[in-house]
């Protein structure tokens, strides 16, 4: 690939996951002729995380990651399982509902067609990472602990616990929810909260004549939570057990770590929810999965600044939510449309003392598609958590016609490929 050019912008993204990542490759991606831009990442852990559960990439995101060179890595090292439709059954009473990827001749959805693709987030990461190693022009440093930042108006300098520093014109926090950038820097005071529901996740290996009551992937819904059971790989020799559900706080991220922790605990917290479960594989699952763990969904408020001069936040730093089914779909268009955004402004000769226009371009094509994710991030808590016989029952009947009325919405966002659409920049 392309070196870097001499007069490409010089960029720092803080954030080695795969917000960060991919950030880098559609920058590199969507530069102009003669204008590479030098990339240099910095995460915090001393290696990347490939830990973590398993994601449904939807059409849309696999648009987006065949266009940056990471769709083709992960099919050569056959990482995931192609999901065709996803089921939705209420564990009392059996399926209620399916969603479809297949589209109208059943190859998938968009031209070209694409399915979705249950992947873990190691596997994801894993094939990102390839994508990157292949850029001349990006590198990655780890164990880098960001201490301060300091914006000027031609720069931007983060200094690091270690005594060194790093300075360039454009700074991307891409450093999840938590963030670093946002916290010292972009807007101090707006810190992450508690949603009030957690994800407790593990992996299930199954023997060939073990039955299943999905084709691809499942939502199971039960009085006290929503329970994932999905294939991974092409194998399918070992279902992704997720339960989302509505968990007291434990007050702090040191109490979570050590609640988290405890996968028998957590084993047994499924057990209480979803053991009287009439579909018969839902207690082997949970009997069977392996590493469990819980984890916390934290949240930011709806609205928020993203940017300063030089600055800018990008997926969780920016608008972290409850999962919706397209989290990281959401993520991979931040990081598409803001190179987009910055590579017209480039195109046009970089106007301006600082990077406020193409910044404002970008939030302004932005900030509504994000505020209605957070709007069915909100039906997704209300529908994971606790509930009594009617208001489960209620949920039966609600969550299918749900799935029908939004089929049309969620073709249409499948189907847009904003790698070509309208910045209106």
């Not at 979705?116 to 990461?125: F, K, M, Q, S, Y």
């Not at 939502?219 to 559900?245: C, E, H, P, Q």
């Amino acid at each position: 690939m392309a070196p870097p050019s001499a007069d490409g912008l010089k960029v720092i993204i803080l954030g080695g996951g795969i917000a960060g990542l991919t950030t880098g490759l559609a920058l590199t991606k969507f530069a102009p002729p003669g204008k590479v831009p030098k990339i240099d990442i910095y995460e915090i852990r001393p290696e990347p995380a490939v830990i973590g559960g398993a994601v449904n990439l939807t059409p849309n995101a696999l648009r987006m990651l065949d266009y940056l060179g990471c769709l083709q890595i992960m099919k050569d090292r056959d990482y995931g399982k192609t999901i065709d439709y996803l089921e939705v059954f209420d564990v009392y009473s059996g399926k209620l509902a399916e969603s479809s990827f297949r589209g109208p001749e059943g190859k998938g959805v968009g031209d070209p067609p694409y399915k979705a693709l249950r992947i873990t987030r190691g596997d994801a990461l894993k094939a990102v990472l390839a994508a990157v190693d292949a850029q001349e022009n990006i590198t990655m440093t780890c164990g880098k602990r960001t201490v301060s930042i300091d914006e000027q108006p031609d720069s931007v300098t983060i200094h690091f616990d270690d005594g060194e520093s790093a300075t360039a014109e454009l700074l991307m926090g891409c450093d999840g929810i938590h963030s670093v950038v946002r916290l010292k820097h972009v807007e101090p005071e707006r810190k992450a909260t508690y949603s009030g529901v957690a994800n407790a996740f593990g992996f299930a290996p199954i023997e060939k004549d073990f039955k299943v009551h999905f084709e691809c992937t499942a939502i199971n819904f039960a009085r006290r939570g929503m329970l994932l059971t999905s294939y991974y790989n092409t194998k399918m020799d070992s279902v992704y057990v997720g339960g989302l559900m509505q968990v007291p706080d434990v007050g702090s991220r040191d109490g979570w770590k050590s609640v988290g922790a405890d996968a028998d605990k957590t084993r047994q917290s499924l057990l209480d929810r979803f053991g009287d479960a009439k579909i018969p594989c839902i207690v082997p699952l949970i009997e069977k999965a392996e590493d469990f763990f819980l984890w916390p969904v934290y949240t930011l408020t709806k609205y928020g600044k993203w940017s300063t001069d030089r600055v800018m936040l990008l997926g969780d730093a920016a608008h972290a939510m409850p999962p919706q089914g397209e989290s990281t779909g959401i993520v991979f268009e931040d990081t598409v449309l803001f190179s987009r955004c910055l590579t017209r402004w480039i195109e046009k000769g970089r106007p301006g003392p600082n990077l406020r226009e193409p910044f404002e371009a970008y939030e302004a094509l932005r900030k509504k598609r994000i505020e209605v994710a957070f709007d069915e991030s909100k039906n997704v808590v209300s529908t994971v958590s606790d509930a009594g016989w009617f208001g489960h029952t209620l949920k039966t009947y609600i969550v299918p016609w749900f799935l029908w009325f939004t089929h049309g919405y969620r073709e249409k966002h499948f189907r847009e490929d904003v790698t070509t659409s309208d910045i209106k920049y």
